[in-house]
Antibody, heavy 122, light 106 residues
Framework: EVQLVQSGAEVKKPGESLKISCQGS????????IGWVRQMPGRGLEWIGI????????RYNPAFQGQVTISADKSTNSVYLQWSSLKASDTAIYYC???????????????WGRGTPVTVSS | EIVLTQSPGTLSLSPGERAALSCRAS???????FAWYQQKPGQAPRLLIY???TRATGIPDRFSGSGSGTDFTLTISRLEPEDFAVYYC?????????FGQGTKVE
């Protein structure tokens, strides 16, 4: 069964850096667009951006551009989301999710990871 | 950016009843690049509907999606106890892809 396995919960202080991960199974992982979605406490879903692991082509929501970096390592079937300087407002659950089969960059998410809770507090 | 407005915010119903959830887009979504997701407390979202009306794999036929352009609807024909959750719409036609704010079915 194909799964997206995300790294564990993180507790950080403002100003610290962080890199969370999402690892997929299966030989074709690098041929699917993989995205990140933010869910702040008690709030809805926000699309952060997507990456194509085969060539690391990346698209960002302008609201998140410059605030986070999405990267990939196709040799380990992994995608990453990182911050260089966290803020309290980055406190949220971050989900990785995969585009459905046959989809290009404009597509729905058909498989989701369980989420990585990130808490930023002094 | 396309803003998706879901209504109502909360839908109070009983098992066996029919639920109709609405999602209105601030501009037309072409090619029906429109999806619905279900999220239960403490869980990741789950894809229900894509292409505005196609059920995802394993989704029961009591879930149906309809609509085009700017108005889309998710209908649950007969609510089962496991259907009480929050539902989100999403457009994936225009960047940035956007989600609605959610409708809670309680």
């Amino acid at each position: 069964e194909v799964q997206l396995v995300q790294s564990g919960a993180e507790v950080k202080k403002p100003g610290e850096s962080l890199k969370i991960s999402c690892q997929g199974s299966g030989n074709s992982f690098s041929t699917y667009w993989i995205g990140w979605v933010r869910q702040m406490p008690g709030r809805g879903l926000e699309w952060i951006g997507i990456i194509y692991p085969r060539d690391s082509d990346t698209r960002y929501n302008p609201a998140f551009q410059g605030q986070v970096t999405i990267s990939a390592d196709k040799s380990t079937n992994s995608v990453y989301l990182q911050w260089s300087s966290l803020k309290a407002s980055d406190t949220a659950i971050y989900y990785c999710a995969r585009h459905g089969l046959g989809g290009g960059e404009y597509w729905y998410f058909d498989l989701w990871g369980r989420g990585t809770p990130v808490t930023v507090s002094s | 950016e396309i803003v998706l407005t879901q209504s109502p915010g909360t839908l109070s119903l009983s098992p066996g009843e029919r639920a109709a959830l609405s999602c209105r887009a601030s501009q037309s979504v072409s090619s029906n690049y429109f999806a619905w997701y279900q999220q239960k407390p403490g869980q990741a979202p789950r894809l229900l509907i894509y292409g505005a009306s196609t059920r995802a794999t394993g989704i029961p036929d009591r879930f149906s999606g309809s609509g085009s352009g700017t108005d889309f609807t998710l209908t649950i024909s007969r609510l089962e106890p496991e259907d009480f959750a929050v539902y989100y719409c999403q457009q994936y036609d225009i960047s940035p892809r956007t989600f609605g704010q959610g409708t809670k079915v309680e």
